[in-house]
């Protein structure tokens, strides 16, 4: 395996996903300098302060300037935008990833604003890690620890190039894995989109209660665990669920019929059939972490 | 405020709920003897032999006998067989409460099994306490400490029952609170009810996936915390969302609803509608949960 070296890593976006890579390779000592863009100069700012970057630029075009590594970490509807702005200041040779949690709308974008030449330079990617707090004060070194990185390469993608992300991935601590993007998508749907919708939904159906206060009183600790990812930040996921949508949407429909399900059981008063469906449930989510709750 | 003193108990149903009261009651010295019943002899001799009993009874005619406080603690559907089964035994002075996540059909089947002389014995009350566990292993004495219990007196009880019920709570470390039957039914249908069954459902629309393997293998920790309540009891779920299904079935509605809602703004890339409608939920549960987050 190469030894990961870093000479400048423009970092596009400075939240949780992007804080926490260049705090996690800074920490590793394979880079030398970390060059910051976000769209407000307070956030500049502050991850400057915070240690996050070594250096803001005032534009995407300035921030690659000279960069070897690009990391993306912006909502995923802004990186067209992002892309279309780092067209004359790329370097031939830089090395382009990204964070977001939808792939296929990510690379429809860097095709749609960059020259093919361009284009292949950027190996999408996804690490599977975060908290419901968000923006630079929310990073840390340690965040990918042990979490799950996808890679999800394009054919026309150079091969050393996809290796030199997974070997920067694993110095930041992630557990790398490849998928196809459309695959990604529709995994992605199903393991983390949908769970937020569904989170999103109960928390507003509830506020929508005359009782709401009191409703609210009364949760249980199952209905905060429930509804934790219902914290997380808004404008992010209202990218996620646009730029997935073609997935979700679907993917919200099989939710849907499952929940129809549960309900023609009870109005028909199937005791054997709620039983045995709830059943099924306990047994595959105990199944699933059995073996990770004993630590 | 009157001393507790508790000189025979009947505990009727030996898991999480009823053994933690026992193990609480015991610890604090209020309780001279502990008589236990469950339909299973091998739950009655663990029951035992974990100390949440000092004695097993054979049926629960035998174990209210001669009891001053029977505390019922079965899955909500078998506590009409409960009542029945205790009328030649129980004393006239006996108190006798619950612990049943619904009110209205417990009520009812007392109502339908006893003489009225009998049902006004019986002060319902509902724990909001619990966690994914169940049977007589899971109880532990320091269940009901700052939770809170959620009476539901009728008009026929006699006063001074609802406030030893209501002694014999707080001993057990609980935070009491009075609701009519209706209301409680109502409150718990969209706070604890419909929850488990969006969990439920969650678990059950991923697992009929094709990639269902893959799927969880990429579940994140919002999913971990989010299905967590799946994996409670699926007797004791299925006997609580049949006999509460008259509040719960437009409780679901008004769920389904709200997700059909956030389908239309997906279908209509309304960005702006899923922003707010994100921004919404997530003030509501950050409000409801800042105050708790800090410890």
Redo the contacts between chains.
């Keep these: 395996m190469t030894a990961v070296r870093i000479e400048r890593l423009a970092l596009i976006g400075l939240g949780l996903i992007g804080g926490s890579l260049s705090l996690a390779l800074k920490s590793a000592g394979v880079v030398g300098e970390v060059v910051g863009y976000s769209r407000q100069l307070a956030t500049r700012l502050r991850a400057q302060e915070l240690g996050l970057i070594d250096r803001p630029a005032d534009s995407v075009a300035e921030a690659v300037q000279g960069a070897d590594l690009v990391f993306i970490a912006t909502p995923v ?1 802004a990186m067209g935008g992002v892309f279309a702005q780092m067209i004359e200041t790329l370097a031939p040779d830089a090395l382009i990833t990204d964070g977001g949690s939808v792939k296929g709308a990510v690379v429809a974008a860097a095709q749609a604003a960059m020259p093919e030449g361009q284009w292949r330079q950027f190996v999408p990617g996804h690490p ?3 908290t ?1 707090h968000s923006g630079p004060d929310a990073a840390f070194a340690t965040l990918y620890h042990g979490q ?1 990185v ?1 890679l999800t390469p394009l054919p026309e993608n150079d091969p050393t190039q996809v290796a030199r992300v997974e070997a920067i991935w694993r110095v930041a601590g992630a557990v790398v894995e490849h998928m196809t993007v459309p695959h990604h998508d ?3 749907a ?3 989109h ?16 005359e ?1 709401r206060y ?3 009183r ?3 600790g ?14 992010m ?2 990218d996620i ?2 730029a997935n ?1 073609a997935e ?2 679907p993917m ?9 399900g ?2 023609r059981l ?2 028909s ?1 199937d ?1 054997d059939g ?9 047994a ?3 199944a ?2 059995r073996p990770q709750s004993t630590h």
Tied chains: 1, 2.
């Design positions: 509807q599977i890690a975060g419901e799950r996808i529709h995994v992605l199903a393991t983390s949908l769970p937020h919708l569904a989170a999103f939904g109960l928390v507003n159906a509830l506020a929508r209660l009782e009191e409703v609210f009364y949760a249980a199952g209905f905060r665990d429930f509804t934790r990812i219902a914290s997380s930040d808004p404008a996921w209202r669920c646009l949508r979700l949407v919200l429909d099989h939710y849907l019929a499952e929940l129809q549960l309900r009870m109005e008063a005791s709620l039983a045995q469906a709830f059943a099924e449930a306990k595959v989510r105990d699933l972490y």
